[in-house]
């Protein structure tokens, strides 16, 4: 009986496959089983943690798809996909940064207590149906960046009104040392924020170019659908300001200006708020004010 080599080579190959998807599995199974026990140092922490980010990728991912599921907001198409695969990124994100300062603790039951302490809020991402479309994941990750980065945050400047480091200066009323961290963080967001910003949020080459394209083609009607969700952005991510940074009047803006107080107030609370940057407009620059208020022209590129 002759030899079948062509059948015999396709039986073995499957075979392994077969035995490399059950050691993948198992490799899985210990990878995860380590993250239930206990570390004690912050180095421990980091290895455990660093051999298992594909498992704690999928594990956020799939809670967060679970709690769209139950709050009624899933629908299964590549944006909710996107989406959930964006905000498991987040947490696992967050849970790196702050589970160092936790040890001893089980890495495990530290992740899914921070991701059910997130789903506990009220809302805890910014949901929109219009969010998950490229503007509006480009507009969200922009702002939610925005929050955790000081870089992202001055960039909002750029993005938003199209300034350059000077402007910003002067529209924020800097000076000295402040001034000069302004043009580091446009120097480091062109160089490498941007870009791992895009990443993350998961926008690829053809969607940032097809957004460009309608900024050049559609202008006005492109600014003002930027700006409706901008808002929303804003919104949501403005509650995580420190209690004292609400919205001002003008003639609070003014004295705050004129003394000299409240850097970061400045900085922060007009990156993130559209009405108080046309309501703060022109007390940076001498106190002067300028004629036309600032307008949202988007800018996709850094």
Known sequence: MPLDVNGGTIRVTRMQNTLSKGQAMADRTATVSRLEEVVSTSDEFDQVVSQALPSLLDRATSYTKRFLRETGQWNDDIEHEKFALRWGSEYLERFLVCGRSEVPCRPLFLFDSLVAKQHSKPEPFCYHPDLLRPLGRFLDGLVARAVISRDALIALYRHCYGWGAGEVIAVTGLNGLESQRIYKNFRRWRESG??????????????????????????????????????????????????????????????????????????????????????????????????????????VRP
């Not at 995580?240 to 922060?268: A, K, N, V």
């Open 194 to 299: 941007w870009q791992r910003t895009m990443n993350e949020v998961g926008l690829t080459k053809s969607e940032l170019s097809e957004l460009s394209n309608q900024q050049q083609r559609h202008r006005q009607r492109f600014n003002s659908e930027a700006e409706r969700l901008i808002r929303v952005a804003q919104a949501h991510y403005r509650k995580s300001e420190p209690d004292h940074y609400p919205c001002l009047s003008r003639s609070q803006w003014g004295e705050m200006f004129t003394q000299g107080y409240g850097c970061d107030y400045r900085i922060w609370h007009l990156a993130l708020c559209l009405d108080c940057m046309q309501t703060a407009w022109g007390l940076g620059v001498n106190g002067s004010v300028s004629e036309e208020k600032p307008r949202l022209e988007l800018q």
